[in-house]
């Protein structure tokens, strides 16, 4: 099974940014739908960001468009959120997740579609 591990968290003032990193063990990130999901305290975990196998489909919720950005290097095995002009509410646990689509150009939101998770990395947008 892949096993992801996230880094990149940490405390940040509001209008700051900050870029997460999830380190896959898999050969080749081309086969899998990858996604980034966060879950505040009391509430339910939400999905953040996707993006496809091929590369083509991303995704992302409506509170973080035009702010967060997903991306991948597949010569690392590294999936990337750059998270631009945070607010208090983006205050989180944020995980990455993953599973096999080959080729497939479409990504969702739904957290009942990942296999792989990775175990967390907190982020706190705070003065």
């Known amino acids: 099974q892949l096993q992801l591990v996230e880094s990149g968290g940490g405390l940040v003032q509001p209008g700051g940014s900050l870029r997460l990193s999830c380190a896959a063990s898999?050969?080749?990130?081309?086969?899998?739908?990858i996604g980034w999901f966060r879950q505040a305290p009391g509430k339910e975990r939400e999905g953040v960001s996707c993006r496809s196998s091929n590369g083509v489909g991303t995704n992302y919720a409506d509170s973080v468009k035009g702010r967060f950005t997903i991306s991948r290097d597949n010569v690392k095995n590294m999936i990337y959120l750059q998270m631009s002009n945070l607010r208090p509410e983006d205050t989180a646990t944020y995980s990455c997740?993953?599973?096999?689509?080959?080729?497939?150009?479409?990504?969702?939101?739904?957290?009942?579609?990942?296999?792989?998770w990775g175990q967390g990395t907190q982020v706190t947008v705070s003065s």
């Open positions: 898999a050969l080749s990130l081309d086969y899998y739908t």
């Open positions: 997740a993953a599973r096999t689509d080959p080729f497939s150009p479409f990504c969702t939101l739904n957290e009942g579609h990942y296999i792989s």
